[in-house]
């Protein structure tokens, strides 16, 4: 079983719970404020590393306190850290984020360090065959591309969460083994109109949206489940009825949990229901990287 690298945007989240989110020019009281780390990248490489051991992180944080207080919270998490830099003059990414009584959020983020990170980041990496590479859209382009490029050359699996959304870089998504979007992602990645979210209404944009005909897409669409296209195949796994907390990171679980399944070998349908599991399960706790389950827990839940 080879490892999972993932190329990391990091920050500390912010987190405002209040009962309706704030509409334009309205105050409004909350009643709980956490400070929990976060990031796409840093969600998403908690999760697998609370599933299997051998996780690798490559990002960088600022020479603050938020990026101690990051540091020291994933040095707990069983992860590789050796690629994660300090940046001397670009402060850590902070994410804002207000959670309603409804678990709907709202998220502004501040990339800060998370946009310094650079090709020759990546550059020494060890990357084999067996390995599973992912990256969200979180860190600069070229970075994931210089290391989408070394993934590919040793054999690896490449996966990519490409949000928030915006145009590849030329020649980024031809790298990309595995891609997951939700249905707004999906919508804009192919410029098709996504009103309806049956499998068969989805089925068209997915397809619209693959560049290479052995690429796997896959759409999660939160409480309704994951439909994904496998060559000719659609397959939907329905969702699991949960009572939601907080929806912060769960698209980061689903990305992390499957990267643990894919490097294991499972089966694509075993490990997309491995992952659905896993993200049911974190949005029954508030937070994002901290209500990542443990291995016990999916395993129980499956």
């Given at each position: 079983?080879?490892?999972?690298?993932?190329?990391?945007?990091?920050?500390?989240?912010?987190?405002?719970?209040?009962?309706?989110?704030?509409?334009?020019?309205?105050?409004?009281?909350?009643?709980?404020?956490h400070?929990?780390?976060?990031?796409?990248?840093?969600?998403?490489?908690?999760?697998?590393?609370?599933?299997?051991?051998?996780?690798?992180?490559?990002?960088?944080?600022?020479?603050?306190?938020f990026?101690?207080?990051?540091?020291?919270?994933?040095?707990?998490?069983?992860?590789?850290?050796?690629?994660?830099?300090?940046?001397?003059?670009?402060?850590?990414?902070?994410?804002?984020?207000?959670?309603?009584?409804?678990?709907?959020?709202?998220?502004?983020?501040?990339?800060?360090?998370?946009?310094?990170?650079?090709?020759?980041?990546?550059?020494?990496?060890?990357?084999a065959?067996?390995?599973?590479?992912?990256?969200?859209?979180?860190?600069p382009?070229?970075?994931?591309?210089?290391?989408?490029?070394?993934a590919?050359?040793?054999?690896?699996?490449?996966?990519?969460?490409?949000?928030?959304?915006?145009?590849?870089?030329?020649?980024?998504?031809?790298?990309?083994?595995?891609?997951?979007?939700?249905?707004?992602?999906?919508?804009?990645?192919?410029?098709?109109p996504?009103?309806?979210?049956?499998?068969?209404?989805?089925?068209?944009?997915?397809?619209?949206?693959?560049?290479r005909?052995?690429?796997?897409?896959?759409?999660?669409?939160?409480?309704?489940?994951?439909?994904?296209?496998?060559?000719?195949?659609?397959?939907?796994?329905?969702?699991?009825?949960?009572?939601?907390?907080?929806?912060?990171?769960?698209?980061?679980?689903?990305?992390?949990a499957?990267?643990?399944?894919?490097?294991?070998?499972?089966?694509?349908?075993?490990?997309?229901?491995?992952?659905?599991?896993?993200?049911?399960?974190?949005?029954?706790?508030?937070?994002?990287?901290?209500?990542m389950?443990?291995?016990?827990?999916?395993?129980?839940?499956?």
């Amino acid at each position: 079983m080879g490892k999972i690298i993932v190329l990391a945007s990091i920050s500390m989240d912010i987190i405002a719970r209040t009962p309706t989110l704030p509409q334009p020019g309205e105050t409004l009281f909350g009643h709980e404020l956490h400070y929990i780390p976060g990031g796409k990248g840093d969600n998403q490489a908690v999760a697998a590393s609370r599933l299997r051991d051998g996780v690798l992180m490559i990002g960088r944080i600022g020479d603050d306190g938020f990026g101690r207080d990051v540091k020291a919270f994933l040095s707990k998490e069983n992860l590789d850290l050796t690629y994660l830099k300090i940046d001397p003059e670009a402060p850590t990414g902070i994410a804002i984020i207000a959670v309603d009584d409804n678990s709907e959020n709202a998220i502004i983020v501040i990339s800060a360090a998370n946009m310094e990170v650079v090709p020759e980041d990546v550059a020494d990496v060890p990357i084999a065959s067996d390995d599973v590479v992912v990256a969200p859209f979180e860190v600069p382009q070229e970075a994931t591309k210089a290391l989408f490029e070394r993934a590919k050359a040793a054999g690896a699996t490449t996966v990519i969460n490409p949000a928030p959304a915006k145009p590849f870089i030329a020649g980024l998504q031809e790298l990309v083994d595995v891609l997951i979007v939700n249905e707004t992602e999906l919508a804009i990645f192919s410029g098709m109109p996504v009103d309806d979210i049956t499998p068969e209404a989805l089925e068209g944009p997915m397809r619209e949206m693959r560049v290479r005909d052995d690429q796997i897409i896959v759409v999660t669409l939160g409480g309704a489940g994951v439909v994904y296209l496998d060559g000719e195949e659609r397959v939907h796994v329905p969702g699991r009825k949960v009572k939601a907390i907080d929806t912060t990171g769960a698209g980061d679980c689903f990305t992390g949990a499957l990267a643990t399944a894919l490097s294991e070998q499972m089966p694509l349908a075993q490990a997309v229901h491995f992952a659905n599991t896993a993200a049911s399960l974190s949005v029954q706790k508030i937070g994002a990287s901290a209500s990542m389950p443990y291995r016990a827990d999916v395993d129980a839940a499956l």
